[in-house]
Nanobody, 118 residues
Framework: HVQLVESGGGLVQPGGSLRLSCAASGSLFGIHLMGWSRQGLGKERELVAMISLDGTTTFADSVKGRFTISRDNGKNTAFLQMNSLKPEDTAVYYC????????????WGQGTQVIVSS
């Protein structure tokens, strides 16, 4: 069983930046995907970014050009750098992992709140 702990959320003004971190521990065998999803109040959950073991990245159209994702395989961590934040980016952000043959993350952490407001 994998444990995922997110950190780095908070309150930021529109146009600002935040960097989220995700630390994975426990049963890490077979993990090849790490990713981030988000859910705003009254909105459906959205997968915003993924990164595979070889560094291939995927982004939702809503964040392309503003968010980047990276990972440190040696430390079992993933990061989401969020720039040019907008009020509509306000959400709880969740870190997730996917295993071999998964096309998207399937196990998720508890989330960290991001609020973009002036």
């Amino acid at each position: 069983h994998v444990q995922l702990v997110e950190s780095g959320g908070g309150l930021v003004q529109p146009g600002g930046s935040l960097r989220l971190s995700c630390a994975a521990s426990g049963s890490l065998f077979g993990i090849h995907l790490m990713g981030w999803s988000r859910q705003g109040l009254g909105k459906e959950r959205e997968l915003v970014a993924m990164i595979s073991l070889d560094g291939t990245t995927t982004f939702a159209d809503s964040v392309k050009g503003r968010f980047t994702i990276s990972r440190d395989n040696g430390k079992n961590t993933a990061f989401l750098q969020m720039n040019s934040l907008k009020p509509e980016d306000t959400a709880v952000y969740y870190c997730g992992v996917g295993y071999y043959k998964d096309s998207r993350p399937v196990d998720w952490g508890q989330g960290t709140q991001v609020i973009v407001s002036s």
